[in-house]
Every structure is written in structure tokens, then in C-alpha cells.
């Protein structure tokens, strides 16, 4: 609802954002999950978002997006409204410039999910209040931060290690390619022919200080890693699903590919999951996979940013 001039704090993509705006939320976020798991003092007031209120606009399904919005919103006492844009206005031809604008009077900080990346960039180039990306093809940035305060709570720092991407170069490994080069950790990424990942974010990242290897071979990829993640061969709304099977069988990670990583190589799945394609169960099980822990990130990295998104970001203001 802020009437204010100043640009919002959208949250459209990792490479936006500097590495310092970068360590600050995922500090946020550490914050806020040990003062939930009772870790620190709780916060004074423990509500700082209360009378503040979240739109999440949510157009193809979601499992973790939406549940750990809603309830991260909520835990810092705002409130939340979910708005399925078919059921919108929009659905019968309203136009994101009035929608973003009508929103803007209402909400203060909107979550998009959408399966056309133009319309994330349309509703904030739009929107007077804050607006995150909750996923797009192209991008899936909020996913990037739940994945790095995971591997620094079991691994510690990013910088300087590696991590193999296995599989698609789809928007999780777009959004992984531009947090490589801003948090200063090599990327290997193995991908067969036509899926690369996204040309434009290879480039900005090399040009932007990134250490990428693009390779076709999984084993070149994951040779001593540290990390090596993968997600679904076939992302909302890609159509030629039995194609992808056939041409993505040799990128399944089984414990014989995670034995080439390091020997303390961690396992990381934004889910959902198939197991049996994308990753066999004996990896996806191990002691090596930490998915669930990446999930429940989801909620604290999230709830860090939406406290940076709305100016809160001094957590030492609410402490008693
Ligand atoms: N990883 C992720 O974004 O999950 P959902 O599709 O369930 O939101
Ligand atoms: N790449 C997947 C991620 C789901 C969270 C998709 O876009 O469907």
C-alpha cells in the first residue's frame, strides 16, 4: 500500500542484486530461523510485518512457493491474500498495467508465479510495491537463496567451492549461474545438446567475474564437487515430455555419479522430484541429499526477504 516514489525493492532475479543486498538477506534469514527454532531471543515485537499484507499470485501449481509464503508472511504477522489470476480480471483481459497499479492501492508486496517471464517484468515495471519472482521459465531466484543457506548451514561458505549442475539448463540453473558469479563459487554444468542453459545468463556471469564450465559429460561436471544438483527433466508448461525422457537418460544422478563428487558432496533437488529419472532413490534418500532441509529453507530465506523487500531488515530493532 506505500504510496512512496522510491523504486520497490522487487525481487525479480539474482543478478539485480549485489552480493552485499545478497548476504544481507540470507543473514535475515538465518535470523529469523533461529529465532523460530527458539534459538535466539524472539523478536520485539514479534510481528514486524503486522498490518502488512502479501498478494500471492500464483497461475500454475505450487507445493513450497505458496505454502512457505503463506505461512513466512503470517509467522511475521502480516497477512496474505492468493489470488489465482484466472480468477482474476485478468483472466477476462484486464491488463497487468491496471492490475499492478489497482494491487499496488491494496497490497504491499506481491509474489508472482507465472508461465510467461514478460508478464513478471510487466507487473513490475508497474507496481508501486514491492514485486518477487516466484518462479518464471527463465528464473527461479527465491529457489537460489533457500539453496545457499542450505549448503552454508551443512558445508559452510559457497566461495570458492564447486557445484554441478546435472540436467536441464533450465530457470533453476539460470537463477544458480547468476548466484555463482555473485557469491564467488565455480559451476559446473552438464547439459545435453539443445537444453544449454541460458546463453545471456553464461555471459553475464562470465563478464561479471563467474568461473561456468559448460560441459555434455555429467561425470566431467561432477568430478570433485561439492554440491551436485538437479531437477526435473520436464518443467511446467515444457510440451515434448517423452522426447526429454529418452534424451536425459544419461544424466540421471545414481550413487555411482555422486561417488565421482567429493566425499563429502552434498545433494540438492528444488522439488518435486521423480524418482527413477532425474535421480535414483538411493541418492535421493542418502545421508549425501539435504532436499528437505533445502524446502524447509524455502520458508526462513523467504521470510528474510520479505522482510528486506518491506524495510525491516534491521532485525536489531525488534529485539527485546
Ligand atoms: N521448488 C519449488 O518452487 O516448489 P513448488 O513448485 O512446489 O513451489
Ligand atoms: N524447473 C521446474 C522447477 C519447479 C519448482 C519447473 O519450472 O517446473
Not at 498478494?55 to 491474500?81: C, I
Request: glycine share 8%; net charge negative.
Amino acid at each position: 500500500m506505500s504510496m512512496s516514489s522510491s523504486t520497490p525493492r522487487h525481487f525479480l532475479d539474482i543478478k539485480d542484486h549485489s552480493a552485499e543486498t545478497l548476504r544481507h538477506i540470507l543473514k535475515i534469514a538465518a535470523q529469523v530461523k533461529a529465532l523460530q527454532k527458539g534459538r535466539t531471543q524472539p523478536l520485539h515485537p514479534k510481528t514486524p510485518l503486522a498490518g502488512r499484507s502479501l498478494g500471492l499470485m500464483m497461475s500454475q501449481p505450487s507445493t513450497r512457493t505458496r505454502v512457505s509464503f503463506e505461512v513466512g508472511m503470517k509467522q511475521l504477522g502480516g497477512t496474505v491474500s492468493v489470488l489465482s489470476p484466472s480468477d482474476m480480471q485478468l483472466g477476462r483481459g484486464e491488463t497487468i498495467a491496471d492490475t499492478a497499479r489497482v494491487l499496488s492501492r491494496f497490497l504491499d508486496v506481491i509474489v508472482l508465479r507465472t508461465g510467461q517471464d514478460t508478464n513478471l517484468r510487466e507487473l513490475a515495471k508497474w507496481s508501486s510495491i514491492p514485486v518477487i519472482n516466484g518462479l518464471t521459465p527463465v528464473s527461479h531466484p527465491i529457489q537460489i537463496l533457500a539453496d545457499i543457506l542450505t549448503f552454508e548451514e551443512h558445508r559452510g561458505p559457497v566461495e570458492g567451492r564447486t557445484f554441478a549442475w546435472v540436467g536441464d539448463g533450465n530457470n533453476v540453473a539460470t537463477s544458480f549461474i547468476e548466484a555463482s558469479a555473485r557469491l564467488g563459487f565455480s559451476l559446473r554444468l552438464a547439459t545435453p545438446e539443445g537444453f544449454n542453459p541460458s546463453e545471456t545468463a553464461v555471459k553475464w556471469a562470465r563478464e561479471n567475474g563467474g568461473n561456468i564450465t559448460l560441459t555434455r559429460d555429467p561425470h566431467e561436471a561432477v568430478k570433485g564437487a561439492d554440491a551436485i544438483i538437479t531437477d526435473t527433466w520436464v518443467s511446467m508448461g515444457d510440451k515434448d515430455a517423452e522426447r526429454r525422457h529418452q534424451i536425459f537418460r544419461p544424466y540421471h544422478v545414481d550413487e555411482a555419479l555422486m561417488a565421482e563428487a567429493a566425499s563429502d558432496a552434498i545433494f540438492l533437488h528444488c522439488l518435486p522430484a521423480h524418482i527413477g529419472e532425474e535421480v535414483s532413490e538411493a541418492v535421493f534418500e542418502s545421508d549425501a541429499s539435504v532436499v528437505f532441509d533445502e524446502a524447509e529453507n524455502r520458508l526462513h530465506s523467504q521470510k528474510g526477504l520479505l522482510l528486506w523487500c518491506l524495510g525491516h531488515d534491521d532485525l536489531s530493532s525488534h529485539t527485546a
